[in-house]
């Protein structure tokens, strides 16, 4: 179900539709002022994970839902009272999408039958032939706008790339389509999000000499692989003409995981990563000229999920008259 709703090209395109529906209603009308492009960010991928997923507008609170979605994603790496926040968002959401589905089900909520929404409450069947219980399903539609919202954090790595190679941004403005795909993924290569993956062990086994035993946690070293220099390099120089891609499903540029999403630990999400990704990149450089700041932000290591310290601005800016360049702060 998920590979379906994920990774089909009509699913896809209609995900960025609704995406950059959003993002010119978010960012393109806005006359003047500083933005934090994470929050407007995550606001326009919670508007349109919900758009594309079937939720009702009358039925949503954006706003609300997109701050619910920050929470439970800045506080993934968190213990004690973060933690206990987003637990708390996640509850809360997840007691109102329960609502959606009840509604759903009993014919209070109509929505059309193409849609995620109809799929997960409605028509999907497991190989017993059993729909899934109200919590399941629930969780299943949270697990689509989840992941959706965090998209936010690649898109601010986005735009730090734009920012520190001006050039590239220049060269986008007037084309190029055919690199703006291999500038995506190095950009998931090169920045960190979630460091690793964790999982348990469901048997004993013993790995290149190493006891391990059920039960255990291994973790995944995704940051760790993609800044290997025996696998690519020079691996901290920002390079988009590596040739890197999620269509590989090797097991060496895995920002998202490594081999198929079918039947391995990678995100079935990544096509809708990538294809979000690339229509950013189009809407910063050849719509409504934005100015980025600052292109020399640091990214502290220490903090999971990854952000830019300090967050990354944007502000529109008039077509003439840009301000000098040779700041950080007015590189473009």
Not at 37 to 60: C, M, Y
Request: hydrophobic content about 40%; proline content about 7%.
């Amino acid at each position: 179900m998920f590979i379906d709703l994920a990774m089909s090209d009509g699913a896809v395109a209609a995900l960025i539709d609704r995406f950059r529906h959003h993002w010119l209603a978010q960012v393109d009308n806005r006359e003047t002022g500083r933005s934090d492009l994470r929050e407007v960010a995550n606001l326009v991928l919670t508007k349109a994970s919900a758009d594309w997923i079937g939720i009702p507008e009358h039925s949503r609170d954006d706003r609300i839902l997109a701050e619910s979605l920050a929470e439970m994603i800045d506080n993934t790496g968190s213990f004690g009272p973060s933690a206990w926040l987003a637990l708390v968002s996640r509850r809360r959401t997840e007691r109102w999408l329960i609502s959606i589905v009840e509604a759903v089900r009993d014919g209070s909520l109509v929505v059309i039958d193409e849609c995620a929404l109809k799929t997960i409450c409605v028509f999907y069947r497991d190989a017993d032939g059993r729909a899934l219980s109200t919590e399941a399903a629930a969780v299943e539609l949270l697990n689509l706008l989840r992941p959706i919202a965090a998209i936010s954090r690649w898109i601010v790595f986005l735009a730090l790339a734009l920012a520190r190679n001006p050039e590239r941004q220049e060269r986008f403005r007037g084309g190029h389509d055919d690199e703006i795909e291999g500038f995506v993924e190095e950009v998931q290569r090169l920045y960190p999000f979630f460091p690793f993956v964790g999982a348990k062990l469901r048997k004993d086994l013993v790995w290149q000499g190493h006891p391990l035993v059920k039960g255990d946690w291994l973790l995944l070293d995704l940051y760790g692989t993609t800044h290997d220099p025996r696998l690519f390099p020079q691996p901290t120089v920002f390079d988009p003409e590596r040739g890197s891609s999620w269509r590989n499903e090797d097991f060496r540029f895995i920002p998202q995981g490594g081999g198929r999403p079918e039947t391995s630990h990678r995100c079935p999400g990544e096509k809708i990563i990538v294809e979000i990704l690339k229509e950013t990149l189009k809407l910063v450089c050849r719509n409504r000229p934005l100015r980025i700041t600052p292109a020399d932000a640091d990214i502290p290591l220490g903090s999971i999920p990854a952000s830019p310290v300090p967050p990354i601005s944007i502000c529109p800016r008039a077509v003439s008259g840009a301000p000098p360049r040779g700041l950080a702060d007015d590189r473009w």
